[in-house]
Every structure is written in structure tokens, then in C-alpha cells.
């Protein structure tokens, strides 16, 4: 089959219709701006249920997003969109690239939440970006600026209620927007242990991507664990048909 688009981590085919695409998920994982490569078994199967069941949830609350369906384990159908080229962070406790920048521990709880802007281009290596260097690129307009640090913070909200819920804290995680045809913004990319910090609660003990970055053994085993909790209570069998 034909692909649109192959990432480090998906790729995009064409969906049944246009407006639609199909996005499958593979067990490739990069770190460090693709410096650092393996594959981490079952990974693909994890984030797209995590995803999905993450989506759902998510517009049942009220944000819009690129999902439509879970087509096999490790596929979904979504809306077509035009990426943004901004990595949206938002940020509950410090870690990562936060904590290395301005040289903090890890684990540092922000006074409230902190949203950050990456270009999300590879060959600068996502730099940080003010949000008016972003207007002034032509990255986005005023009104969608806006719009999405709205919506970033309410994710957050309802995110952090929702891993709390399964013994997770969730530290810190990256958004992508897209635009709809129309020009409506929606939710788009995916939303999965790659892409957030979950510490367990109580332990600290990290359930996410650090497992690999850091080489801290049991990677596979910290995803099948989040899906498991992920799951619990929200997949049904009809999720396929
Ligand atoms: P940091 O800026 O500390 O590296 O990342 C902050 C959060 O955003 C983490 O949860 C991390 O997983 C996510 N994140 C930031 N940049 C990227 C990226 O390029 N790819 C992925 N998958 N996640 C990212």
C-alpha cells in the first residue's frame, strides 16, 4: 500500500475516503533527535490503544480531535489534517529538557502548570520557540495561539484526573495540533508513553520513554503496564468492528 507519510515512530497511508487517513504504529523508537534506535516490542500495539482510548476521552469531554476509529491493534483511522509545526509541552513537575536547561532536579512540582513551543523541525533539532517568533514565522495566527493554550491547559486537567485515577502522575507530556480542512483546529498526533512523562505514585518510578532514553531496563513491560491500566474499564470488544 501506498504511504503518505512514514515518521520515526508511524506511518500515514491513505483512509477509505478522502478527509480520512490511516495512521499504523510501529515498534521503532528513536531518542536524542533520532541519535538513539531500537525497537521496543509491542510498542506500536500499546500506543495506539493508548491513543485511542486517550481521544475518546477526551472528546467525550469536549476536545476536539483527528480520531475516528481503531481499525486493528496497531492502526487507527483519523481526520486528515495540516500539522501545526509547533511541539506543545505542557509541564506539571520538572524533568527532562526543563530540568537540564536551567539545571533544577527532577521531580520539581511547578506552581502551576508551564506550556512551552518547539518548531517542531528535525534538521534544527526542535529548538525552543517564544510563542511570538512562532507568530512572526507564520506558524500559526493570534486566535489559534490562543486557542490552543487553551485547550492544552484543559488537556492537561482532564489527563492528570484521569491517570491519577490509575496511580499514575502524569509530569509532562508533548501535544501536536492540526487544522481541518475547514480550518478548525483539532487534537492531532498521538498521545502515549513516547510522548508524556508518567511517574507511579508513591514510587516515582517512571512508566514511560525515560525507560529507554535512560537505559533503565523493563521498557516493554512499563508500556503493557499503562495500557493494562489504560484499559481497565474502557476497552470493549467493539472497539474493532
Ligand atoms: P522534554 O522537553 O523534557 O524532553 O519533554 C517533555 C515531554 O514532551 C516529555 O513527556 C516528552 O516525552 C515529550 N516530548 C518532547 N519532545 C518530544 C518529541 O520530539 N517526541 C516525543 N515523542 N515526545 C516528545
Redesign the pocket.
Known sequence: MEKLYEGK?KIIYPGPEAGLVRVYFKDDATAFNGQKRAQIAGKGVVNNQVSAALFRYLEDQGIPTHFVKLLSEREMLVKKVHIVPL?V?V?NRT????SRRYGVEEGRVLPKPLL?F?YKNDALG?PLIYPEAALALGLLSEDELERIRELALWINTLLKDYFAQRNLEL????LEFGRLEDGRLVLADEISP????LWEMGTGEKM??DRFRRDLGGVEEAYQEVLRRVLAGVYTKSDYE
Not at 509530569?171 to 508533548?174: A, G, L, N, Q
Not at 513516547?194 to 512523562?197: F, H, S, V, W, Y
Open positions: 515512530a511541539e509541552i509541564r524533568a527532562g529538557t526543563f512551552e518547539s526542535d509530569v509532562d507530556f508533548k513516547d510522548t508524556m512523562r514511560d520513554k
